[in-house]
């Protein structure tokens, strides 16, 4: 059986009781305010949004959750309901007793009394402050991603070009243009995991040596590290040389040890340092010819200019009879990741 229950069918005391306990516990806050922007009524949902008991807002003015910058949207408001225009739903921020900023969406319609005479508005207000900050969240993560794609499109024409520079069989460039541009696309992978936030150093030296094997023959030690966006990729690249190199010529292809390990040092008075340093052993490396080692390829430039300029420090590749070391050093600032960006964190 359908009913329909019309207004007619209670008396004008049980109307409003009706009407008051709906407007109690609606979950969005419910504000009427005169002519003069003084609030007449306050309901329950508004005291959880704003902060303010009903005795607190009852009979003060409306701007008090208006920031002072916004105030003429008050006026503007007041004016259309005197005028008897409508007030189409719009954004905006508010201030709460506690004095934080919230972005909300607000519904405003005029209130008429028994004769039809506009005498005030309601205003329903809907926080939408995590929509507003999930927002912020996308248009910053877009931008990581463009600049980011930009980043590495370079990056993937500087290793076609120096790698070309260095082989003269299209099989052998085509197959380390595919295995470098696949070292990126993991590292690629940690900053879409971190949604760009960066990468846990350790979980990039596993993902990076794993195409190689030799677990076994591979230690690895340090702090718990988060490195910044650029220290992901910039690091990223560095392992995937130092193992492809240790694969055809060093330590993992003769049977030795690889150890990787970090540190991060602050010195009186000075800022805190990262370095980082890869060593390994194995009896077939030979010492660094007469006059000094000349490191050619790709894999040099990435170890010795593009990893340490990206990170403001300095690299160094030494040889000697049975061990191979690389070491870098850089500003703990340039590597470290400090935590979300505040563009990300705050609507205020």
């Not at 420090?313 to 470290?336: C, K, M, N, Q």
Request: charged share 25%; with cysteine; proline share 4%.
């Amino acid at each position: 059986m359908n009913y329909d229950i019309r207004a007619r069918d209670f008396d004008d005391a049980d109307a409003d009781a009706r009407l008051a306990a709906i407007v109690d516990s609606s979950f969005d806050a419910i504000i009427s305010k005169d002519l003069h922007s003084v609030i007449t009524t306050w309901n329950a949902a508004a005291e959880r949004l704003f902060g303010y008991t009903a005795a607190e807002a009852i009979d003060q003015s409306i701007l008090m959750l208006i920031p002072e910058r916004l105030r003429g949207e008050e006026d503007d408001i007041i004016g259309r309901i005197k005028s008897g225009h409508s007030v189409p739903p719009f954004e905006t921020v508010r201030r709460r007793k506690d004095g934080k900023e919230i972005f909300v969406s607000l519904t405003i319609s005029p209130i008429r009394n028994r004769s039809g005479q506009i005498v005030g508005a309601s205003k329903i207000a809907r926080d939408i402050t995590e929509a507003k900050v999930a927002e912020r969240r996308i248009r910053f993560l877009l931008r990581e991603v463009n600049h980011r794609v930009k980043n590495q499109f370079a990056v993937i024409l500087s290793m076609i070009r120096e790698t070309g520079k260095h082989t003269s069989e299209p099989k052998e460039f085509e197959q380390r243009i595919r295995e470098r541009v696949t070292a990126l696309a993991s590292s690629h992978d940690l900053l879409v995991t971190s949604e760009w936030k960066g990468g846990d150093l350790c979980e990039l030296v596993k993902q990076q040596l794993a195409p190689f094997g030799h677990a076994e023959q591979t230690s690895i030690s340090g702090p718990e590290l988060m490195l910044r966006p650029v220290g992901v990729q910039a690091l990223g690249m560095a392992f995937h040389e130092l193992g492809t190199n240790s694969a055809k010529y060093g330590a993992f292809a003769h049977h030795g040890t690889v150890a990787i390990s970090w540190n991060l040092s602050e010195r009186e008075g000075e800022e805190p340092a990262f370095e980082i340093v890869w060593e390994e052993k194995a009896t077939a490396i030979a010492g660094s010819p007469p006059g000094g080692e000349k490191v050619r390829g790709f894999g040099s430039v990435v170890l010795l200019r593009v990893a340490p300029q990206s990170l403001g420090g300095s690299a160094h590749y030494d040889r000697s009879p049975g061990i191979l070391r690389w070491t870098l050093a850089a500003p703990a600032a340039s590597v470290i990741a400090k935590g979300e960006s505040e563009e990300m964190g705050s609507a205020e």
